[in-house]
Nanobody, 126 residues
Framework: QVQLQESGGGSVQPGDSLTLSCQNS????????MGWFRQAPGKEREGVSA????????FYSSSARGRFAIYIDNAKNTLTLKLNNLKPEDTGMYYC???????????????????WGQGTQVTVSS
């Protein structure tokens, strides 16, 4: 059973950076589509970024592209999302997701991932 544990959220000011981490209980080198979703109060959950852990293209939402960077460390089974130049609209609960297959280029942000973490809160406010 895959378990995902996020860490790294917090409260920051606009323009600051944060690094979110997601520890997968299984061997990520075997190949997962792993990524991050977020949900702001009163808004629908949205895909932020995803990557195939066995090597492949990285995917970003339009709001994340250019500011966020996703990385996988298969030696540590850890997915990282570096959030730069944070804006108030980035506030929300960030969830790590995973599935035991590749990421679908046209559907990574709408896919119903099997495994979800508990979430870590990111708050951006002045």
């Amino acid at each position: 059973q895959v378990q995902l544990q996020e860490s790294g959220g917090g409260s920051v000011q606009p323009g600051d950076s944060l690094t979110l981490s997601c520890q997968n209980s299984e061997d990520t080198a075997s190949g997962y589509c792993m990524g991050w979703f977020r949900q702001a109060p009163g808004k629908e959950r949205e895909g932020v970024s995803a990557v195939y852990t066995a090597g492949g293209e990285k995917f970003y939402s339009s709001s994340a592209r250019g500011r966020f960077a996703i990385y996988i460390d298969n030696a540590k089974n850890t997915l990282t999302l570096k959030l730069n130049n944070l804006k108030p609209e980035d506030t929300g609960m960030y969830y790590c997701v995973a599935d035991r297959h590749g990421c679908y280029p046209g559907a990574w942000s709408t896919w119903k991932y099997t495994y979800w973490g508990q979430g870590t809160q990111v708050t951006v406010s002045s």
